[in-house]
């Protein structure tokens, strides 16, 4: 996407009746700049998703700590902790394109891939390091209409653009969706007056596959809730050996 491109999908974003938030996002790839961490045992380079503007409002679930402000700031996931030792607020360098670059993490999101890392265009240098918008995240004003607003922004675009929205084509994602997390959180605020709040987590954490795959045979939210239950509930003890038996 050319410079004139994005300006002109940046100002038909703002111009169109029902954008509440929008932001431009840079993502890891082979087309922009190659980020990495010396001791980092990475061989296609740290992941990120950089964004050109306030970004707070996207609503990734935050372990510990808060969203990025300012360059120099970035939130990372819990793989990148675990492999480099850091904790939320070290101070830590990597380098964009080899060029080093000093940073600090304010918070641990909740992202269960290779390590990554979330922060501003402006900390990984912008432009001038080959940062290019590769998707607008945009989120609509209470009542919108997702499939009017598409239309309308694609007539408004011209043949030029193509307008998508991926949570309107029936794809399947492998991570559950805001609405369906925000259950699971309801539950686990329920269940920690019970003492398993711990054994909850960690077992929603090491099956999150298994939600992808339940939400893409169709399980509704409530369904998921009740396995996400079921995991949680205290395994029988095996019956007390016989004397018999031990001896």
């Known amino acids: 996407m050319t410079t004139g491109q994005s300006k002109t999908l940046e100002a ?49 679930q935050l372990i510990s700590g808060r969203w990025y402000s300012g360059p120099g700031t970035v939130d990372v996931n819990s793989r990148f902790l675990t492999q480099t030792g850091l904790k939320v607020g070290g101070r830590f360098i990597f380098t964009v394109n080899g060029s080093p670059v000093t940073a600090v993490i304010a918070g641990q999101v909740y992202y269960p891939q290779t390590p990554f890392i979330f922060t501003s265009w402006q900390t990984l ?3 001038a390091a080959g940062l290019a918008p590769q998707a607008y995240d945009i989120t609509l004003t209470p009542g919108a209409s997702p499939r009017t607003y598409i239309a309308a922004l694609g007539k408004a675009l011209g043949p030029e653009f193509t307008v998508s929205f991926p949570d309107l ?5 492998q991570f559950a969706d805001k609405s ?43 369904q998921t809730i009740t396995m996400v239950g079921c995991w949680s509930s205290p395994q029988p003890s095996p019956p007390p050996s016989s004397p018999s038996q031990q001896a």
């Open 180 to 222: 369906l997390i925000q259950l699971l959180t309801v539950l686990i605020a329920a269940l920690a007056g019970l003492g398993v709040l711990t054994s909850v987590l960690l077992a929603a954490r090491e099956r999150v596959h298994d939600l992808g795959i339940f939400k893409a045979l169709g399980m509704t939210p409530r």
């Open 169 to 173: 084509g029936g794809g399947f994602s």
């Open 125 to 127: 240098g912008g432009a």
């Open 12 to 60: 038909a974003i703002r111009a169109q009746p029902g954008t509440q938030h929008s932001v431009a996002q840079a993502i890891g790839g082979d087309r922009h700049p190659k980020i990495s961490m010396p001791g980092l045992p990475t061989a296609e380079g740290l992941g990120f998703r950089a964004y050109d503007g306030g970004s707070a409002w996207l609503g990734y």
